[in-house]
């Protein structure tokens, strides 16, 4: 599954389809998604949660963490 695929996300009512790839590292995993132009990677925390790997004083400002969140959702959702 390392091919390029649209994740579905639903973010403020609207449903958005986002380029996003499953990227491994040995024993673990991370997705790539773009918004807007810029790559943004997920990956599993101690939980099994996913979080965004960014600097938030590095985020474009249009680029909202409740975004993030929602990305992070849906791959929690496909996953399950």
């Known amino acids: 599954m390392d091919e390029p695929f649209e994740l579905p996300v639903i ?3 609207k449903d958005l389809l986002l380029p996003a790839q499953l990227i491994q590292q040995g024993y673990t995993h991370k ?4 918004v807007d132009d810029l790559d943004v990677y997920f990956e599993p ?3 099994g949660n996913y979080r965004a ?3 938030p ?3 474009p400002k249009h ?3 409740a975004l993030l969140q ?4 849906s791959i929690e959702t496909i996953l399950r």
Do not use: C, G, H, S
Request: overall charge negative; charged content about 40%.
């Open 57 to 59: 004083d590095n985020l």
């Open 31 to 34: 997705f790539q998604v773009t």
């Open 63 to 65: 680029i909202e963490p």
């Open 11 to 13: 973010y403020r009512e």
């Open 53 to 55: 790997l960014v600097d």
């Open 70 to 73: 929602a990305i992070a959702k």
């Open 45 to 47: 925390d101690e939980e």
